[in-house]
């Protein structure tokens, strides 16, 4: 199987900006797992509390974006992967994503957040509350499952795929 690389975090982060950069670094192929209809279907189970029907569909997701791409010499650049997942579950439903996953959590703070989400006009809009709880979720994740954090608002794009780089050399 190929390299699989992870960038995760909540909306207005960076992560897809850093995505799509990384696969021109790297060759890499550019897989977005929740858009559409799994991601829609994603948030209306959390919504319902269906934890295990979120469990299942972000697993589905995953995997049908891994085994849809036959050509194992290229890295897959996930935007979005299994912290988006573990952040729609309660807190003890919450298991580690298995490695080999390079997994890292972009995040901002909700100053920067709500300015980059200003601009997206075709996007519902949300209370402070909402993203607080997302960031500040995401973080949690990421501490205990031993994600990288990248702070895209204190790090310039340059220097957040540098710092990626330097991270991801160190295990190929």
């Known amino acids: 199987m190929s390299i699989i690389i992870a960038l995760d975090g909540h909306d207005g982060v960076g992560k897809t900006t850093l995505a799509k950069q990384l696969v021109e670094q790297h060759n890499g192929i550019y897989v977005r797992p929740f858009g559409g209809k799994s991601g829609i279907d ?9 934890f295990d029907k979120v469990s299942a569909i972000g697993k589905q997701a995953i995997n049908e974006a891994m085994l849809a791409y036959i050509d194992h010499t290229r890295p897959l ?23 080999p996953i390079y997994s890292f959590l972009c995040s901002a703070e909700l100053t920067t957040i709500k300015s980059r989400l200003s601009k997206r006009t075709s996007e519902k809009q949300f209370e402070d509350a909402y993203h607080s709880h997302y960031l500040n979720t995401y973080l949690k ?7 990288t954090v990248i702070e895209t608002d ?15 050399n160190t295990y190929l």
Do not use: M
């Open 77 to 99: 650049i996930f935007d979005r992967h299994w912290i988006t997942v573990l952040s729609l579950l309660p807190e003890h439903n919450r298991i580690c994503w298995p490695h």
């Open 154 to 168: 204190h790090i310039s794009i340059t220097g957040a795929l540098q710092k990626i780089n330097e991270i991801l």
């Open 141 to 147: 994740i990421a501490k205990v499952c031993g994600s």
């Open 42 to 50: 994603l948030i209306e189970a959390a919504d319902n509390q269906y």
